[in-house]
């Protein structure tokens, strides 16, 4: 087990008492190791013939039953409940739960699978994000590199719903304010927290424009979802399978387009599963990747998942796209502007610009966005393999050429001085 690259893995275990965490209660970290999630069937609907079905599940049919079944597999296995949440998307209910000693759990996973009451049983992983703050370099910004003033002429993402699943985000914010359309906190049920790592990638995709101050987003008129899966603690950001879960499911139900994961961990059974469910409504997935690792780690490497690396990463992993993502100048904690450098914020550039192609072509597949985020013009074709050009990706989209006679005008200017 890979614990040095957030890998260790943590099982949620069912418990005999029902103890809910309480709001405003931080998440014990060193727990994971000790916890399992179990996953029980919901009910399917009842069929009526004069009713529209969409393959959904009534999450409340049953709960009590389901209820009566973990506590009886809590008092098995010696286990105490932590915490539950519905997950319709997959037909489920999930169970976090705790043992005494993380050295059961391989052996409880085991068993508890074996029981046909049981949908999935798994342990709990926990994530890192994907970035760490460098020195303040004279920057060269990434609005010219992509030339965003004129991008914007064409595309600002209006409309598109974006989830941010992240660390909290400064909702009050300067040049955030009224550009997070809504705030969960899927963590520990508090509210308005501000932590540094989900105010960054909040301020990169969708940071107000024209507006006098700091930065302006990729896609600055999206609606941006901030859902806080992630936490700070000693000096890093972390989360588990559960909060991840939890934010997914929102995300799913609030029927977004665009979902951003600049955050990555072990390959997880759960969320994969959810991706899926995603993937097949259509959502966008935008995933950080590990530099570190050959395929990029998860949930980049998933299938169907857009993997992006900042582009100064000299082994690009699997088949990942690169966009800016060294030294980029964004919204921090306290009202403030920083700079910002890590996968996590090239991450967010093509969150950014994926939502302006879904302003042009909301029903977009997953094969003509990554065309598009693919396509390299001839003046770039000798850059480095799967570096975005935002200007031809919305030149394929929306068929126009403002930002593609800009840069022709510039690779004029640059020829004729």
């Known amino acids: 087990m890979n614990t040095g690259r957030a890998a260790a893995l943590a099982l949620f275990i069912l418990g005999a008492a029902i103890a809910p965490r309480m709001a405003g209660a931080a998440i014990d970290e060193s727990a994971s190791g000790r916890q399992i999630l179990v996953m029980l069937r919901s009910a399917p609907p009842h069929f009526r013939p004069d009713l529209s079905y969409s393959g959904s599940y009534d999450v409340r049919a049953g709960r009590d039953a389901r209820m009566r079944i973990a506590e009886a597999l809590a008092t098995r296995y010696d286990l105490s409940i932590v915490e539950n949440w519905p997950m319709p998307a997959l037909g489920v209910e999930c169970f976090v739960m705790t043992a005494a000693s993380g050295d059961a759990i391989p ?27 460098d020195p303040l370099y004279p920057l060269q910004p990434s609005a010219q590199a992509w030339h965003l003033a004129d991008v914007h002429k064409i595309a600002t993402g209006r409309g598109v719903e974006v989830a941010e699943i992240d660390t909290g985000v400064e909702r009050g914010h300067p040049d955030l304010r009224g550009g997070v359309a809504l705030g969960r906190d899927f963590v520990d049920g508090r509210d308005d927290i501000a932590e540094l790592h989900g105010t960054a990638v909040a301020g990169i995709i969708a940071a107000r424009a024209d507006d006098g101050l700091g930065v302006a987003g990729i896609a600055p008129e999206s609606r941006l979802l901030a859902l806080r899966a992630c936490w700070e603690a000693a000096g890093r950001a972390v989360c588990n399978s559960f909060t991840i879960a939890k934010a997914l499911q929102f995300a799913l139900d609030q029927k977004v387009q665009v979902i951003n994961l600049s955050l990555g961990g072990p390959r997880d059974r759960l969320l994969a599963r959810l991706l899926d469910a995603a993937l097949a409504r259509g959502v966008t997935v935008v995933g950080a990747a590990d530099p570190a690792l050959p395929d990029g780690g998860f949930p980049a490497s998933h299938r169907g998942v857009l993997a992006v690396a900042a582009d100064d990463v000299h082994d690009i992993p699997g088949n990942a796209l690169l966009a800016p993502g060294r030294d980029i100048p964004t919204t921090v904690t306290e009202g403030r502007w920083g700079f910002v450098t890590g996968s996590s ?73």
């Open 107 to 133: 052996r409880i996973v085991a068993e508890v699978a074996q029981d046909p009451r049981v949908e999935s049983v798994q342990a709990m992983n926990v994530f890192h994000v994907l970035a760490h703050n």
């Open 345 to 417: 914020f090239a991450a967010a550039h093509v969150t950014g610009l994926v939502a302006l192609m879904r302003e042009l072509a909301p029903n977009l597949t997953a094969r003509e966005i990554r065309e598009a985020l693919e396509t390299r013009p001839a003046a770039t074709a000798g850059g480095p393999r799967g570096a975005v050009d935002a200007c031809a990706a919305i030149a394929r989209i929306g068929g126009v050429c403002a930002c593609a006679c800009a840069v022709a005008a510039e690779a004029k200017s640059s020829s004729f001085p």
